[in-house]
């Protein structure tokens, strides 16, 4: 069974640095609750693989993403390897003049198998759910 969650959010702040800020995955244990760690493993300007480990109360999971970058603009996070049959999102970062953005996430996943689905799911859906809402409170932390 595919999860679908969709997020936005508007910003006073410009798109570059909420587009910074996302892509910033070496400092996602810093704010993300349940980010236990984060690596990048290779990275380019458009693109950029990445492996999360996601915990709390004794249970974690690793997954690794590629994701594809138009900085500024978009990325597009695909699975390489993890808990998950699938797993595919994408972020867009839209200009509103010069100091404004409108930030969206549109995320989709599916467990691989129902025990992992039991274990890792309420977790993972939590982090999914609030994930625009942490980035956001970040920024305001970051930028004022």
């Known amino acids: 069974m595919t999860t679908h969650i969709q997020r936005s959010a508007l910003l006073p702040y410009p798109a570059q640095a909420l587009y910074d800020l ?5 400092s996602y244990p810093k704010f993300l609750p349940w980010c236990s760690s984060s690596t990048v493993i290779e990275e380019t300007d458009v693109l950029m693989r990445a492996s999360l480990e996601v915990a709390k109360g004794g249970l974690s999971q690793k997954f690794v993403t590629r994701n594809v970058l138009v900085p500024g603009n978009t990325i597009e996070m695909n699975l390489e390897e993890g808990p998950f049959t699938q797993l595919h999102g994408l972020w867009v970062f839209k200009p509103l003049g010069e100091k404004a953005c409108k930030i ?3 995320m989709s996943f599916d467990y691989a198998g129902s025990i992992v689905r039991a274990t890792l799911g309420p977790l993972f859906n939590q982090a999914a759910n609030t994930l625009v809402d942490a980035f956001c409170q970040r920024a305001k932390q970051l930028y004022g």
């Open 104 to 106: 969206s996430l549109d």
């Open 22 to 26: 996302v892509n910033d995955v070496a």
